[in-house]
């Protein structure tokens, strides 16, 4: 179990550095606001859960696993 919660651990670092920028930072960047701000959040934040998607697949975790590393994923993808 040990082993679990260090691998589960590394995960989540090396996936925070995966994205270069969260998408409040580029929204911030491109000088979104109102809908456009809101349009492409919604984008980014469904590209983040794909990737993050992907990446959960990819290392096989399931279960609490799974959603626990999607969420913290997401959440380091989208700014929140």
């Known amino acids: 179990m040990k082993t679990f ?10 996936t925070a550095g995966a994205f270069a920028d969260t998408c409040a930072a580029t929204a911030a960047g491109k000088n979104l606001a109102g809908a ?6 919604g984008k980014c934040q469904k590209d983040a859960q794909a ?7 990819e290392k096989k975790l399931a279960g609490a696993a799974k959603t626990s590393f ?3 994923c997401v959440k380091d993808a989208v700014g929140e």
């Open 36 to 41: 456009a701000k809101t349009s492409f959040l």
């Open 51 to 57: 990737t993050c998607d992907a990446q959960a697949a």
């Open 70 to 72: 999607t969420k913290k």
């Open 5 to 14: 919660a260090l691998a589960l651990a590394l995960a989540c670092l090396t």
